[in-house]
């Protein structure tokens, strides 16, 4: 089972990044996935969730407006498109999968986890 989270790296204030996580070995089809992101010392936090097949979104809304997740089923990839960067988004994003359908904001609901790619966002 893996989530192999990708496209993190560094950015100047106002600027966009694309990350993507590609799940192997476990099923993509029917689970909800979900971004959340980690700063150093602090606790994990939610920031984005879509449903299977992709109909449903929701956000955090720290970064409503300016995230958008989306994923390709054809190719077991889940996207945060992240535009209008902020020194405050600098964190370590991981994607997870959840046993729900429909997406989920709480970290309890997901049990399968990437390994994160880093995000940094400064001048």
């Known amino acids: 089972v893996q989530l192999q989270a990708s496209g993190g790296g560094l950015v100047q204030p106002g600027g966009s990044l694309r990350l993507s996580c590609t799940a192997s070995g476990v099923s993509f089809s029917y689970y909800g996935m979900g971004w959340f992101r980690q700063v150093p010392g602090k606790e994990r936090e939610f920031v984005a969730t879509i449903s299977w097949p992709g109909m449903k979104t929701a956000y955090a809304d720290s970064v409503k407006g300016r995230f958008t997740i989306s994923r390709d089923n054809t190719r077991n990839t889940v996207y945060l498109q992240a535009t209008s960067l902020q020194p405050e988004d600098t964190a370590v994003y991981y994607c997870?999968?959840?046993?729900?359908?429909?997406?989920?904001?709480?970290?309890?609901?997901?049990?399968?986890w990437g390994q994160g790619t880093e995000v940094t966002v400064s001048s």
């Open positions: 997870a999968r959840t046993h729900l359908q429909g997406g989920a904001r709480s970290e309890s609901d997901y049990h399968y």
